[in-house]
């Protein structure tokens, strides 16, 4: 007695027995997977399926009669084995190279391999695909985990990305051997013989029941039938174990869900360090630690600094990230996509980034767009031959060393214990002028936004000086409240001496004075601490040292001849020839020639003459 | 090297002539081309010719139509297309040249 199915093969109907029907299922199957849809598989399916039906209906006297395992057996042997199928490539060289890779040559492909698994597959699925036998992959995971963890991350990530091995195709593909019938039924006897040792162990431990079972196994085993055995096997040897199993496969694949999530966090984190630090400058803006002071000064956009520190991270790590994933893709050739709308989210992020930094910069450089000062003139009660000197004051709450330092700014609290600005671009510059008094102009500059807003800057700018009658003492630094930022912030200060004055700059203001004459400034860095008297356009050092007097002494002598070069002239000597050069003249002489060349006049005596 | 595959390299490399070829004159439903190519001893299993069928289908060289049948489903007639025939010809005076070349070269080799 058998059971019968009924089927409908292209649209005719026959009576065929159970075995039968899942032998002519799994040769269709068979068929199916030799072809690729670029060879139009559904076509010669559905081709394939009604010849069959005609083959059968040839077979099948009256309605009634069933289509046993013989009929399917004999239309097979027509019809011939799915290795038949398949279409040599190197004659038609027209077909699609990939199908012609995917059947010939079947790689291997990465797959986790749950049936011989101690947490996820990953080593077993590792070991398939590079060849190798899976105990020195985890030895490797085991070591990786001494190397400062990275072996957890790696696995966690291979878990979460790399495809478990469902189907017996992917169990097939997994071991790089092709895919074709006789691997299938191969694999699945296979799977019939782990499951029959199962039911023989469990039969072993519970007893006479599940012995049963496995004689049961054993004879179903003998039938050519490969499936029904396997399903019975299946249903009556899930034991407690396996249930247990099934319950710990579940938490592990939520904890690697979980674990995954937090994953795509710190995997991205570490590996681009560098934006994380960007990220913490944001993150010290918000919780306001102290020294971010100092960007929030540069900043005159007013653009606020968790929002540049996420642009930029932003701008930075998603091709990064898409690097990271790529690296990922072509390391694992059926890497889980992250998805069209994710990729597009990200790049879009990334564009929106892009043109947010692009604003702020442009913000930021507009704020340095005009560039204005505010003048304060002072005269200077000063007249031709007083003497007047110029000191810096400097102060003990600013660290300005007293040296000035081109675009220089600290944050520093001023009596008042205010937050203050300060910087010490300051800068003196000194021209004479011709009217009988003397000025001291203090010019104080700053950028803005605009015309106004530079202004403002510039009047904001506190600057201290003391003009008494023989000496002006300017402050070593300038201030100004944070709100204005740091804006180009400089004072200059001009100081016009009437001619014929003498000017004395103390030492510290050396640095604040132009090293050479730039910008119209008779004294330089060079001529500090010194009396120097205010001549047009120029200055005299009245109490520079003479300079020294011309001190060459030569005296060479050798059997020949000698030189000699002091003072008193020059003298050289060859045998008997000789050259004098001194305050009576030139005097010239050899064997027989007597030059000499005086006061006197030219005199020449040749003994010949 | 199995002397089965070369056997079968070969059958396969005229197996689209020899299809074109039944189909030159009338057109034939794929029983029928199959009884030729059988009684011919050119094919064993009849698995082989669907994907040649659909693939010369696709080449364009090959059209077909539906046809009830008595008995069993309804069965697709194929026949040649305008390219398909010029196709054949162009195969027609390859294949003598090679049937040309096969003769003198086995040929000359018995002969020595």
């Known amino acids: 007695m058998n059971k019968t199915v009924n089927i409908n093969l292209a649209g005719i109907f026959f009576h065929i027995d159970e075995d039968a029907y899942l032998k002519l299922q799994r040769y269709l199957e068979a068929i199916k997977r030799s072809f690729t849809d670029s060879q139009g598989r559904s076509e010669i399916i559905a081709d394939i399926e009604a010849r069959i039906a005609e083959l059968f209906n040839e077979r099948v006297e009256n309605d009634k009669q069933v289509i046993r395992i013989k009929e399917v057996d004999e239309v097979i042997s027509i019809m011939g084995q799915p290795e038949d199928y398949l279409v040599d490539d190197e004659i038609f060289e027209d077909e699609p190279k990939t199908s012609y890779k995917a059947k010939s040559s079947p790689s291997r492909k990465l797959f986790r391999d749950t049936d011989n698994s101690y947490i996820g597959g990953v080593s077993s699925g590792l070991a398939h695909y590079f060849g190798i036998d899976t105990i020195w992959v985890r030895l490797a995971w085991i070591l990786l985990i001494f190397g400062a963890g990275t072996g957890i991350l790696l696995y966690i990530l291979l878990w979460v990305l790399v495809p478990e091995a469902k189907t017996t195709a992917e169990k097939i593909m997994m071991t790089g051997e092709p895919v074709n019938i006789s691997n299938i039924e191969k694999k699945i006897r296979d799977g019939f013989d782990s499951v029959t040792d199962v039911a023989k162990n469990v039969g072993d431990s519970v007893g006479a029941a599940a012995k049963n079972v496995s004689d049961s196994v054993s004879n179903a085993a003998k039938n050519v039938d490969l499936k029904k055995p396997a399903n019975s096997i299946k249903s009556s040897s899930k034991t407690f174990f396996d249930t247990l199993g099934d319950v710990i496969m579940f938490f592990f694949k939520v904890f690697a869900k979980f674990i995954g999530v937090l994953l795509m966090i710190i995997g991205a984190s570490t590996l681009i360090a560098l934006i994380i630090a960007l990220f913490s400058i944001g993150v010290a803006d918000i919780i306001h630690i102290p020294g971010l002071d100092m960007v929030d000064i540069v900043n005159a956009g007013n653009t606020p600094v968790w929002l540049v520190s996420l642009l930029t991270f932003f701008a930075v790590g998603i091709p990064f990230f898409f690097l990271f994933y790529l690296g990922l893709k072509i390391l694992i050739n059926n890497l889980k996509s992250i998805g069209n709308i994710a990729k597009f989210t990200l790049l879009g992020v990334w564009l929106i980034s892009i043109i947010g930094l692009v604003v702020v910069g442009v913000r930021q450089a507009s704020e340095h767009a005009y560039d204005e000062s505010v003048i304060e003139k002072n005269e200077l009660n000063i007249k031709a031959n007083d003497t007047l000197s110029v000191k810096m004051m400097t102060n003990d709450l600013f660290e300005t060393s007293g040296f000035r330092n081109d675009d220089s700014f600290r944050i520093s609290r001023n009596e008042n214990g205010e937050k203050t600005i300060y910087s010490s671009d300051i800068r003196i510059i000194v021209r004479s002028t011709s009217d009988s008094i003397g000025k001291l102009v203090i010019d104080k500059n700053a950028d803005g936004r605009s015309y106004e807003a530079a202004i403002e800057r510039a009047k904001n700018i506190n600057y201290n000086y003391v003009i008494s009658d023989n000496e002006i003492l300017l402050d070593s630094y300038l201030n100004t409240d944070p709100k204005n930022k740091f804006s180009d912030q400089e004072v200059v200060a001009f100081l016009y001496l009437p001619e014929g004055t003498i000017v004395n700059f103390s030492n510290n203001t050396r640095s604040y004075l132009h090293y050479r004459r730039y910008n119209n400034t008779i004294v330089t860095s060079k001529d500090v601490n010194q009396y120097l008297k205010i001549l047009d356009e120029d200055i005299e050092c009245l109490d520079c040292p003479i300079e020294e007097e011309f001190e060459v002494d030569v005296d060479i002598k050798h059997e020949d001849g000698s030189l000699k070069i002091n003072d008193k002239g020059l003298e050289v000597k060859i045998d008997s020839s000789s050259l004098r050069i001194d305050k009576n003249g030139i005097n010239g002489s050899s064997e027989n020639l007597n030059l000499k060349v005086s006061e006197e006049g030219v005199t020449i005596k040749s003994e010949d003459n | ?112």
């Open chain 2, 1 to 112: 090297m199995k002397i089965e595959n070369t056997k079968a390299q070969m059958r396969k490399g005229v197996l689209e002539f020899c299809i074109l070829s039944v189909l030159k004159d009338n057109d034939a439903y794929v029983a029928e081309i199959l009884d030729t190519l059988k009684d011919a001893k050119l094919l064993v299993v009849e698995g082989t010719i669907y994907p040649l069928l659909t693939r010369l289908k696709n080449a364009g060289l090959l059209n077909y139509r539906w046809e009830e049948s008595t008995s069993g489903p309804p069965r697709k007639y194929y026949g040649l297309t305008e390219t398909g025939k010029l196709f054949l010809k162009e195969l027609n005076t390859t294949w003598s040249e090679l049937h040309n070349a096969v003769t003198i070269v086995t040929s000359q080799k018995t002969s020595k």
